[in-house]
């Protein structure tokens, strides 16, 4: 069994924010401590998403400069239009 060990981490707001936290807490039947972790923890996984997305783009953008391998947009979008009809196009084959 793993355990995870909880440490407590302590952050400075001004306080106006202290005030709307508690607001927002007490509307929401939390504690402002629940609220916060709650914001931190959505945060860092809204912005590793974005990091990773980054890190893909930034690999496809070496990859085409490495291979010049592409799909003109037009054709992209073509077959994009078809899904879900009943002439749905295959995906578009990528060229230099």
Request: hydrophobic share 35%; proline share 7%.
């Amino acid at each position: 069994m793993t355990t995870t060990v909880v440490r407590p981490v302590a952050i400075k707001i001004d306080p106006d924010t202290k005030e709307r936290v508690k607001r927002l807490a007490a509307a929401r039947h939390r504690t402002p401590h629940w609220l916060m972790r709650e914001a931190i923890s959505q945060y860092v996984e809204r912005e590793e998403k974005r990091e990773a997305f980054r890190q893909d783009t930034l690999k496809a953008w070496d990859e085409y400069q490495t291979t010049g391998l592409h799909t003109p947009p037009e054709k992209v979008d073509a077959w994009l239009s078809s899904w879900g009809t009943d002439n749905e196009l295959p995906a578009p084959a990528c060229h230099k």
